[in-house]
């Protein structure tokens, strides 16, 4: 129930302005609402060019890109980036309050709503322990905070606003094996209908997706569960054994 949005990417190609090489080629997949899609391969694969693209950080140069099949050229950037909680790569805190830090984006959050974010965002108990709480000041750039708390405000951030499309851009990559487990799991339950785009490094993070998209090159790979990439892909393979 509620709002939700399907992103389907349809022969989508992506160059940089004056590049060569398309960093992403000919790319079609459909990540559904209530699942998690996930983009798996090694650096420089295209994975961080693959999802700017959603919410239109930049134009594609062929294919389409499809929001609940409207192509995102024919909305306004503004009802397009309503819809998207994208954390980015390189998420940047500011010097304000972990409150402050959170509610960016969604002013109108209350204490609870924020406190919600952070316990799905498995950020409570770090914040909790502070003698501040969520009235806690961040340094500038968060350099009071570890890498992994950093990546969970930044998370609870895109929460907050409870978005009908996640992007997480390997945001799970400071965190050890079990919390990365505990956050993606508490964020199954708690976004209900969203879709859930997750870009990551390692094969523990991607395990359990509905669907993953292997990247090579920025090129695809391969689509499927865990199980079926294992048995015939040969990137997604080499990957598990890196
Ligand atoms: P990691 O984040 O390192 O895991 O890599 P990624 O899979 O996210 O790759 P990304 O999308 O960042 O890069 C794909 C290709 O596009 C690489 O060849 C990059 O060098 C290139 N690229 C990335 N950002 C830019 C940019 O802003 N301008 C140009 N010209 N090329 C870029
Ligand atoms: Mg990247």
Known sequence: TGAHAEVEFKNVTFRYAGAEKAAVEDISFLAKPGETTAIIGSTGAGKTSLVQLIPRFYDIESGSILVNGIDIREMKQHTLREKIGYVPQKA?????????????????????EVMDALQTAQAIDFVNEKEDGINT???????????????????ARALVR????????????ALDYKTDAKLRSALK???????????????????DADRIIVLNEGKLAGIGTHEELLKDNTIYQEIVES
């Open 189 to 207: 339950e708690e976004t209900g209908n969203s879709t859930i785009i997750l870009v990551a490094q390692r094969v523990n993070t991607v395990m």
């Open 137 to 155: 000041y961040i340094e500038q750039a968060g350099s009071n905070l570890s890498g992994g708390q950093k990546q969970r405000l930044a998370i």
């Open 162 to 173: 409870k978005p009908e499309i996640y992007i997480f851009d390997d945001s799970f990559s």
């Open 92 to 112: 940047s805190l500011f010097s304000g309050t972990i409150a402050e830090n959170v509610r960016f984006g969604a002013k109108d959050a209350t204490d609870q």
